[in-house]
């Protein structure tokens, strides 16, 4: 048996880009950097690691330096779809809307949600007016919070389009049903490959603010859908605040989808809100959905008895947007419920990760899409502990 041959300069730098890739998905990006810096030192045209090395920077807060290397990426390979998606996000953080939205695009081919629609017979939409007889179908690649966040240009369609179908995923349905200019709205069906309705142009939500030239400045603003209230939950808070009138009523969310991949940055747990629980004029209500729920069987030594869960009167977002509006504030992650609070018009605290997502901006104290919401940051990384002692101050003066 012959001994193995030497192993071939590419296949030694494959390896290492291998490593930083194992580096970057565990979140030890300074490693990752140092991994993919050696794959470019070896092989300079490693367009590949040009984008990951950016999406490093990029996770640690540092976009200005991520975009260098973006450039790059596209320097070796002009059609590079997710460096050029990777750009537009890091474009966005900046506050660099314009120049962002025309790669933002890249987003479509790169989500297998709704990927159906991109091989159709039927033209996307270019924001010119159609005839009366021409229907739009308007739908979501991303989350609940986007499909929320959007709903602002709904009037700036109407203009333009009389027959609208929007398309939503279930929890907004009750939300988005009765809102005025909408001819009907669907509900996307599980799965990848959901049957389409019947239309004569498509359009992605989030290519809206392309479409009416969003920038930094001019960002529309939020439009409250009107929804029936439910009554259940009208009635159970306001039991809790007739028992305790002199109380600060607050909500409480701890975390978003597990299986969305940035839920473990933005998430904090009910862990971290312990010393919150501990305020004795307070009373807090959970809105939290889905398994982090546990936590509150898994901590319920450490609570002291002034928190109700709600979860179980909360079938969707309508009846959640219900609960808010009966609340003082809410106070929560970086989920879906900032974009509910803000659409409402209601009051909420964001806890946010650092770096936070775009649409929060980088270090202001609120965000252009929703004026009204208060953002609580982490002083460095991971360090939670920092940002619920601000909130607990802030609580004792309001």
């Not at 390896?15 to 991994?35: D, M, P, T, W």
């Not at 010119?128 to 179908?137: C, R």
């Not at 979501?140 to 369609?157: A, K």
């Not at 009389?162 to 009750?174: A, D, F, G, L, R």
Request: glycine residues 6%.
């Amino acid at each position: 048996m012959n001994p193995p041959g030497p192993v071939s300069e590419k296949h030694q730098i494959d390896a290492l880009f291998s490593v930083g890739y194992e580096f970057q998905n565990s979140g030890r990006y300074h490693k990752a950097i140092g991994a993919y810096r050696e794959v470019i030192r070896r092989n300079p045209d490693y367009a590949s690691a040009y984008n990951n090395l950016g999406n490093c920077l990029r996770s640690l807060g540092k976009n200005f330096e991520a975009l260098e290397f973006y450039n790059k990426a596209l320097s070796l390979e002009p059609d590079k779809g997710s460096a050029l998606l990777n750009k537009s996000i890091a474009l966005l953080s900046l506050g660099r809307y314009e120049e962002a939205w025309p790669l933002y695009r890249h987003r479509l081919p790169t989500i297998s949600r709704r990927s159906e629609v991109l091989h159709c017979d039927k033209p996307e939409w270019d924001g010119s007016s159609l005839s009366d007889g021409k229907t739009l179908f308007l739908y979501s690649n991303q989350g609940l919070g986007d499909e929320l966040q959007t709903l602002r240009y709904l009037n700036l369609v109407t203009n333009r389009v009389k027959n609208i179908i929007w398309e939503v995923q279930k929890p907004n349905y009750e939300l988005f049903k009765n809102v005025p200019g909408i001819n009907q709205v669907v509900v996307r069906q599980n799965g990848v490959n959901g049957a389409l309705p019947g239309f004569d142009f498509h359009c992605e939500m989030f290519s809206l603010p392309e479409i009416f030239g969003t920038n930094f400045e001019n960002v529309p603003p939020p439009w409250r859908p009107p929804f029936a209230p439910d009554y259940d939950i009208k009635c159970r808070v306001t039991e809790e605040r007739t028992k305790f009138p002199d109380h600060k009523h607050i909500g409480l969310v701890w975390s978003g989808n597990p299986k969305n991949d940035l839920n473990r940055y933005r998430a904090c747990g009910l862990v971290h809100y312990l010393p919150l629980l501990q305020q004795t004029n307070c009373r807090f209500y959970s809105l939290q959905k889905g398994s982090p729920r546990n936590d509150i069987e898994k901590f319920k030594n450490q609570i002291p008895g002034n928190l109700i869960d709600l979860a179980d009167c909360l079938p969707n977002m309508a009846s959640t947007a219900t609960a808010i509006d009966e609340l003082d504030f809410v106070i929560t992650t970086d989920t879906s419920i900032p974009h509910l609070a803000g659409t409402i018009g209601a009051e909420a605290w964001v806890v946010l990760h650092q770096p936070s997502d775009w649409r929060w901006t980088l270090d202001k104290e609120t965000s252009p899409w929703y004026p009204q919401l208060k953002l609580f940051r982490m002083d460095r990384p991971g360090t939670w502990k920092s940002v619920i002692d601000r909130v607990i101050e802030q609580i004792a003066t309001t």
